[in-house]
């Protein structure tokens, strides 16, 4: 029987700057798609999931997304003295209260990468494999980190991630990739992994993206990790290092990715849900409409 997993890390300590102004004063995770910041969905699908403790590794400049995720038992309160019920257990039924979620908030002071962030969160992390969320990659769909948990559960694998495939000559720069060896239904045997590599020397075209299931040792791989790309502490580098010994595998998921870390792919995200919406639907309607209108006049 393989060991559960407990707790979700959710790295938050980032200084969003491919979305500044925007980002000035706001925190990356707390931009919204429709009306609910980035950081919800994440917990939302660590909540699915069944994740018992959430370890959040932020910023003390970004302490208004500990605001946003932690009830508020006075603006509830405020809400219910005007007569607006529903919004006040909508807000209750969203947040995480100290009394019945198990959440941490620890700081990374310094921006030394996503591997750092990580093992920030080492001392509150509960025995066993811990999920690694990154709350820019909304993925919309059937709950991706149940399904990794699943499978994860079922299969051999010491470390996991979720990918898919991309364009060679485009993307495989953006993203970690797996260097693959053996390809079974949604699962990806791996044996390493390189961090953005240029197309030339990328090992396949399987990317991760932000949904990691990682072994206890990641912790001490990732305290003896050298600087690498960026001259950042990456986790994919600490992944690589532990695969020979632990395994990898990268994961399939069913459902729906959108880059929120882009303007691009917020947009998207946005459309997406929007066309969705029997309120939004018919904007998005009329505006297809008015496109098309001027060329055909
Ligand atoms: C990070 C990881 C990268 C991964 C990506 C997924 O990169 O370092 O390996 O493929 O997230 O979104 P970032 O997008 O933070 O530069």
Not at 215 to 230: D, K, V
């Amino acid at each position: 029987m393989r060991k559960t997993v407990r707790t979700a890390i959710f790295p938050v300590a980032g200084m969003g700057t491919r979305f500044l102004p925007a980002t000035k004063a706001t925190p990356k995770e707390l931009l919204p798609v429709i009306d609910t910041p980035l950081i919800q969905y994440a917990i939302d699908e660590a909540q699915a999931a069944g994740i018992e403790r959430m370890v959040f590794v932020s910023h003390p400049s970004k302490s208004a997304i500990e605001r946003h995720v932690m009830d508020d038992a006075k603006l509830r309160a405020d809400l219910r003295a005007r007569g607006k019920r529903d919004l006040a257990d909508e807000l209750q039924e969203a947040a995480l209260c100290p009394e019945a979620d198990d959440a941490v908030f620890t700081m990374q002071h310094e921006p030394l990468g996503l591997g750092h962030a990580v093992l920030c969160a080492r001392e509150q992390a509960l025995p066993g494999p811990v999920a690694v969320i990154l709350p820019d990659d909304l993925i919309l769909g059937k709950g991706c980190l149940g399904e990794m948990i699943e499978a994860y559960a079922a299969s051999q694998a010491g470390h996991m991630v979720a990918t898919m495939t991309v364009p060679r000559e485009e993307e495989t720069k953006k993203y970690g990739i797996l260097s693959v060896t053996e390809a079974r239904g949604r699962l990806l045997r791996a044996d390493g992994m390189v961090e953005k590599p240029d197309p030339e020397a990328a090992p396949s075209r399987e990317a991760v993206v932000g949904r990691y299931i990682l072994g206890e040792s990641i912790f001490e791989s990732l305290a003896t990790q050298e600087p690498g790309a960026g001259g950042e502490i990456q986790l994919t580098d600490a992944i690589a290092r532990g695969a020979q010994r632990e395994g990898l595998a990268g994961f399939r998921f069913s459902g729906t990715r959108f880059d929120c870390g882009s303007k691009a792919g917020m947009l998207q995200a946005t459309l997406h849900l929007a066309a969705q919406d029997p309120e939004l639907a018919p904007v998005l309607e009329e505006h297809a409409a008015m496109c098309v209108a001027p060329r055909a006049a």
